[in-house]
């Protein structure tokens, strides 16, 4: 088990349109990224989970990206990302 006390896991909701410039952007910093296709109520259309676990210094530098690579939305009120930064208690890989 890794000291967790510093990490952070984003869990950001994008369109799918959006969803390859964002990834490559944070592979690019790298960052670790599980992409998970997903729909439901948040975005309302076909859009893409990604997971990203980071210490939590790196947190400001993917919200950058996330912000940058995300198209301008189309309609004022349309939102184009919806992101969930969690606090780790734990975090182990076996």
Do not use: C, W
């Not at 410039?21 to 296709?37: D, G």
């Amino acid at each position: 088990m890794k000291n967790s006390k510093d990490m952070r896991l984003i869990v950001a909701v994008v369109h799918d349109t959006d969803s390859e410039p964002i990834l490559q952007a944070l592979l690019a910093e790298k960052y670790s990224v599980t992409r998970i296709a997903s729909t439901g109520g948040l975005l309302r259309r076909g859009n893409t989970t990604m997971l990203i676990g980071v210490d939590a210094e790196r947190v400001p530098g993917a919200m950058h990206l996330i912000r940058e690579h995300s198209a301008p939305p189309i309609d004022p009120g349309l939102k184009r990302a919806t992101v969930f930064v969690l606090k780790i208690d734990r975090f182990e890989q076996v």
